[in-house]
């Protein structure tokens, strides 16, 4: 299974300014998913990070808000801009396997607590 | 568009019942999983179905799936304390993954 490293884990951050998340993998993966988790609810995809290609984002997000970088195929990084209180969340970096019988299945890292005052 | 369901959402049980959790999904799927996570952690996996009639066991967990009637269930045997948890499936075509709304499981004592 793919191990994948975020940090921070958790932050507080003030109304207004940004945060950036970043994201390691122990192995090369084409793909890496950003993904949002709101107290409560469960999970909406935010964009698609490809290496050496813009981001994909999902109906509802823009890259003003939510700068992606993907340097390369074990690391990306994800922004949350000029954030407000209604940005408070779990964000999950994610990739899906690709050896073996992990093939296929979409593993998490451990998540950053985002909580803005 | 694919949508996943689940039922239900939220559910409460004495330890030692049995229970199930169902998890429907809208549109063609090629894999459905089942995830659990633990209040302030990420997701961990624990069951990856892939064909239809498709039944894996781990524990006192018990996932199957059924294709045709876009239909998969997450069977709870004799439960536990340390099984509460937010319980979600996930539904995936190719790189898309959809995921239900979760199952929020407390087992009383």
């Known amino acids: 299974s793919a191990v994948i490293s975020q940090k921070p884990s958790r932050d507080i951050c003030q109304r207004g300014t940004s945060l950036t998340i970043q994201c390691q993998v122990d192995?090369?993966?084409?793909?890496m998913f950003w993904y949002r988790q709101q107290p409560g609810q469960s999970l909406t995809l935010i964009a698609t990070a490809n290496q050496g290609s813009e981001a994909t984002y999902e109906s509802g997000f823009v890259i003003d808000k939510f700068p992606i970088s993907r340097p390369n195929l074990t690391f990306s990084t994800l922004t949350v801009s000029n954030m407000s209180p209604e940005d408070s969340s779990i964000y999950l970096c994610s990739v899906v396997g690709t050896s073996g019988s992990n093939t296929g299945e979409l593993f998490f890292g451990e998540g950053s607590r985002l909580t803005v005052l | 568009e694919l949508k996943v369901e689940q039922n239900p959402l939220f559910l409460s049980m004495q330890e030692g019942k049995n229970y199930t959790i169902y998890c429907n999904y809208s549109t063609t799927s090629d894999r459905l999983y089942w995830y659990r996570q633990d209040p302030g952690k990420s997701l961990e996996s624990l069951f990856v179905?892939?064909?239809?009639?498709a039944v894996k066991q781990e524990g006192r967990l018990m996932a199957s799936l059924d294709t045709k009637a876009r239909l998969s269930t997450l069977h709870i045997t004799a439960a536990v304390h340390d099984l509460s948890a937010t319980y979600f499936c996930?539904?995936?075509?190719?790189?898309?993954?959809?995921f239900g709304p979760g199952t929020r499981l407390s087992v009383l004592p």
């Open positions: 996930a539904s995936a075509y190719g790189q898309n993954f959809v």
């Open positions: 179905l892939l064909s239809n009639g």
């Open positions: 192995s090369q993966v084409t793909m």
